[in-house]
């Protein structure tokens, strides 16, 4: 592949391999730029002509350049995925034994229907839970397993893709236990009416259900990032 004549082309090609991540884009331009513009403006007399080009040459093919912010930029991605699902996972727990908490604070009346159906339903809940918890742990310890690949070579890609699978696995799942505690905690509202002491088990599902959204709208942009850098590879 021929090297571009002028560092315009130079940036401008180099941002069209970084495209999948406008801000990684901007900022390596950035980056690339001041350090072109600075080799150039350190030549002087007969030594500045052609001296774009030399500066160029010796930075290296844009494509290759491109290939190492990717396989960076995707990894760390990646990885900032695992934790954020643990979090996420540990937040909603915290949320969910806090409104259990509140309930016997307040000592809030169960209907005998509404027990049944809870006891019915909190098995499934808790495995649900439980799930989402090892998938969460498991995909966090397996992010810090994997070492930063120099560039984007298939083994690379499927241990990326093991990682975002348990990511998203857990996020499955706890939303599958969210839903469960949405659904429950609106039965006990209608069953009791609104009042004061509705307000903390509201806000906390609340928190939970954007919580879960939050992760999963997360996990979906880093799979269209990864989707869009392995056809561009």
Request: neutral net charge; hydrophobic residues 50%.
């Amino acid at each position: 592949m021929p090297q571009p004549d002028s560092i315009a082309e130079y940036l401008d090609e180099l941002s069209r391999e970084l495209a999948f991540d406008p801000a990684l884009s901007r900022r390596v331009r950035h980056e690339v730029h001041d350090h072109l513009c600075e080799t150039v403006d350190g030549e002087t007399g007969e030594a500045a002509a052609g001296a774009e080009q030399r500066a160029i040459a010796r930075f290296g093919c844009p494509r290759e350049i491109a290939a190492q912010y990717k396989a960076l930029a995707i990894h760390t991605r990646i990885r900032q995925a695992g934790v954020i699902v643990i979090l996420a996972v540990a937040a909603i727990f915290f949320a969910m034994e806090g409104r259990v908490v509140w309930y016997a604070f307040v000592k809030w009346p169960v209907s005998p229907e509404l027990q049944a159906l809870g006891a019915a339903l909190l098995p499934v809940d808790r495995y649900a839970f439980l799930t989402a918890a090892v998938f969460a742990i498991g995909g966090w310890l397996y992010g810090l397993r994997l070492s930063i690949p120099a560039d984007h070579r298939l083994t690379s890609r499927r241990r990326l893709r093991r990682c975002q699978f348990l990511a998203a696995a857990a996020t499955i799942a706890v939303a599958v236990s969210v839903a469960l505690e949405a659904f429950l905690t609106s039965l006990r509202l209608l069953e009791t009416g609104f009042s004061s002491s509705a307000i903390l088990p509201i806000a906390s599902v609340v928190l939970e259900l954007g919580l879960a959204a939050a992760v999963a709208v997360y996990l979906r942009n880093t799979g269209r990032r990864l989707d869009r850098c392995t056809a561009d590879s």
